[in-house]
């Protein structure tokens, strides 16, 4: 391997001279804040997924905190959540009041394991929020078949733009969808975020709660016949509105969402391919009838077989100017919920086991098949 090679990044953004000119026309217009652009950014987001409303957001943390503040989720709510996934999943529960429940995931798709939350469901479960982690829809149809009529679903689809399941897209699944433009996805615009709905009325209470709880957006107000009057603000709203500058970004990014997802999936199938060389590392399930939106590429390391452990197969790639993270983690073992909620490691054994041993491998739009092989070629080496 050269040493002059640059070093390959987990992640790393696609942009260019679309996003820039777009941009520009925001800064040249005088309307910075939540405008036109985002409109137009959630006339394509709820397009492409599916539904008949997306609103966009500060982020995909503050986009869960709106939908379960709509769903009226607060304090003596249960929320089943799985035990692994990125740590804001829960927080947001924690700052609606309500009291996480977490739920194992399955081994082979990192997802919420139905038959775990069939065991959780009580009289206090109001809502669950299933994760479509790295880009993989959870079961919705088995998780359905397990959960009252009445529990409010939350898709955290953080990871899944463009992601589908059954010929039905990631955001249209449940009674809402989260979705993330942090710069590890395959769409961002530094930060940002959406909620996507088909329920009016849930559509509505999105749109006010985000907005400091007014009944007017900004730029109906001010661009409306009455600018001089102040809109009514019947709940107790937040300011999770996104700029019109990070939107002008995101819909330009939307248009080419499609495209990173075919270039992801090569890149994908590449690495599938050339990890039969490397008998201790399992590449991810694509099931059947899954669209994975591709947001990562987590292997697992096999302890039995594995000349190293996960940690130092990391620090090796490092080394050889190649990164590689581990999955996410898993939050039942983090400090502040073993103290508040009683969980531990103990309890999750997949989740336990997946945080040790999975690993993603640089996956994004710069890349070409040449890196790939290099990742492998450094794994080779062990
Ligand atoms: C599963 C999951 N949920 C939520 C989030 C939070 O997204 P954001 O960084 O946009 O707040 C992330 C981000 O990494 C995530 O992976």
Known sequence: MSMTEPFLPIARPSMGEEELAAVRQVLESGWLTQGPWVRKLEAAFAARHGVKHAFAVTSCTTALHLALVAAGIGPGDEVIVPAFTWVATANVVVHCGATPVFADIRPDTFNIDPAAVARLVGPRTRAIIPVHLFGLAADMDALSA??????????????AAGGG?????????????????????SITCGEGGLVTTNDDALAARLDMYRNHGATLSEEARHRGP?????????VFGFNYRLTDLQAAVATVQMGKL???????????????????????LAPP??????DHALQAYVVMVDPARAPRSRNDVLAHLQERGVAGRPG???????????ERFGTSAAMFPVATHVEAQSMALPLHNHMGPGDVDRVVAALEEL
Not at 165 to 185: E, Q, T, V
Not at 226 to 234: I, K, N, S, T, V
Not at 262 to 273: K, S
Not at 285 to 290: E, S
């Open 146 to 159: 397990v959960l009252p009529a009445d529990i409010v679903i939350i898709e955290d689809a953080a990871c």
């Open 165 to 185: 399941y059954h010929g039905r897209p990631a955001g249209s699944l449940g009674h809402m969808g989260c979705f993330s433009l942090h710069p590890r996805k």
């Open 226 to 234: 009455r600018p001089w009057e102040l809109p009514e603000f019947p």
């Open 258 to 280: 499609d495209r990173f997802i075919t270039e992801r999936l090569a890149l994908a199938q590449r690495f599938d391919e050339q990890l039969r060389r490397v008998p201790w």
């Open 285 to 290: 399930l694509r099931p059947q009838g899954y």
């Open 328 to 338: 996410t983690h898993s939050v039942v073992a983090l400090a502040a919920y073993c």
